[in-house]
T-cell receptor
Framework: SQQGEEDPQALSIQEGENATMNCSYK?????LQWYRQNSGRGLVHLIL???NEREKHSGRLRVTLDTSKKSSSLLITASRAADTASYFC??????????WGAGTKLIIKP | EAQVTQNPRYLITVTGKKLTVTCSQN?????MSWYRQDPGLGLRQIYY???????DKGDVPEGYKVSRKEKRNFPLILESPSPNQTSLYFC?????????????FGSGTRLTVV
């Protein structure tokens, strides 16, 4: 069953702006992961945040996790055309199963 | 190069004709999994394997079979494909789920069943 839910479903911004995507979930988790998928291609792992972590950075990516609200956000700073892709959150539950959301489609306009 | 290799990349077949999609990883990963991706539905897990000779059903296993005879290979078998199995399929692997690492995905297999 799908428990990760991304918001918004689609986001279109100008190059150079920041993009924020949110993910909500229902179960208790071991960790939460974010992936990027370019059109029709395989998913690429971006960042993993453990349940006892609140914030994590990787280059232009910043992920926050609020376990009390069962939510996470992915911030991409100074967006580039190459960031155009779909972004998925996936939560790993207590049985080590990864549960996926339906994704946010991000379009960066030049 | 560390990777998950799926073959074929594209496949068009007819209803009822058995097919196999291969998946191989060169990272000595214990965990492997198959997903299907359909528009608006995100990724749905078909089968997964925690290690050699250990396989379990995911969310949508009906109409599929898998095997894990060797650590590196995890083929997906459709014994009698039907049009509702038309989809984009991904194989993924991870060192071990308990090590809490991200998954490495293959490039995908776009299957059309007519």
């Amino acid at each position: 069953s799908q428990q990760g839910e991304e918001d918004p479903q689609a986001l279109s911004i100008q190059e150079g702006e920041n993009a924020t995507m949110n993910c909500s979930y229902k179960t208790s988790i071991n960790n939460l992961q974010w992936y990027r998928q370019n059109s029709g291609r395989g998913l690429v792992h971006l960042i993993l945040i453990r349940s006892n972590e609140r914030e994590k950075h990787s280059g232009r990516l910043r992920v926050t996790l609020d376990t009390s609200k069962k939510s996470s956000s992915l911030l991409i700073t100074a967006s580039r055309a190459a960031d155009t892709a779909s972004y998925f959150c996936a939560v790993m539950d207590s049985n080590y199963q990864l549960i996926w959301g339906a994704g946010t489609k991000l379009i960066i306009k030049p | 190069e560390a990777q998950v290799t799926q073959n074929p990349r594209y496949l068009i077949t007819v209803t009822g004709k058995k097919l196999t999609v291969t998946c191989s990883q060169n990272m000595n990963h214990e965990y492997m999994s198959w997903y299907r991706q359909d528009p608006g539905l995100g990724l749905r897990q078909i089968y997964y394997s925690m290690n050699v000779e250990v396989t379990d059903k995911g969310d949508v296993p009906e109409g599929y079979k898998v095997s894990r005879k060797e650590k590196r290979n995890f083929p997906l078998i459709l014994e009698s494909p039907s049009p509702n199995q038309t989809s984009l399929y991904f194989c993924a692997s991870s060192l071990s789920v308990q090590f809490l690492r991200g998954y490495t995905f293959g490039s995908g297999t776009r299957l059309t069943v007519v």
